[in-house]
């Protein structure tokens, strides 16, 4: 018996974001979590400015978002010429995986400077990663406003059509 492929659908592909997005969520939780377990000693106070990790962890949190902020409106402003749904779809997964990529590579600097250091201080940096994280869940609604879709686009990704162009 032949397996027969996986056609796009507005709904295979919001399923698909959501897997990718729980993935990441659960996944950041999850280290978090095993850190706060593991940490023998906690360092409740500021770091100190020897720490090299005082300036990095802050500043590649600030990049990683802003960054993250900046390539997706720039892939979703090159969006805006296609004019096939599948088109759209398809550059909108690759905005969002990058933005969260650059969300979760802060996160996973934070966790590193958190167990060199035993300082929490970087922890809770990652907890705030967590926190924007948690506001980047893609719905369907956000995906038309930031596709900016048409009429006929907008029906047709709420109706869930086959995407064979």
Request: glycine share 4%.
């Amino acid at each position: 018996m032949e397996a027969k492929p996986i056609q796009l659908t507005p709904r295979t592909f919001m399923k698909s974001l959501n897997i990718i997005y729980w993935a990441i969520l659960i996944g950041m939780l999850l280290i978090g979590c095993i850190i706060v377990l593991i940490l023998e000693s906690w360092d409740i106070l500021m770091p100190s400015y020897a720490d090299s990790f005082l300036i990095a962890v802050p500043l590649f949190t600030f990049l990683g978002v802003v960054l993250g902020r900046v390539l997706y409106k720039r892939k979703l402003d090159s969006l805006k010429s296609e004019k096939s749904l599948k088109a759209k779809m398809s550059g909108f997964q690759t905005a969002l995986i990058i933005k969260f990529m650059l969300v979760e590579a802060p996160f996973v600097l934070g966790v590193v400077a958190t167990i060199s250091s035993s300082n929490v201080f970087y922890l809770m940096i990652s907890g705030t990663l967590v926190m924007y994280f948690i506001t980047l869940k893609p719905t369907k609604s956000k995906v038309i406003k930031d596709l900016d879709l048409d009429s006929q686009l907008i029906l047709d990704f709420k109706n869930g059509l086959e995407l064979m162009k």
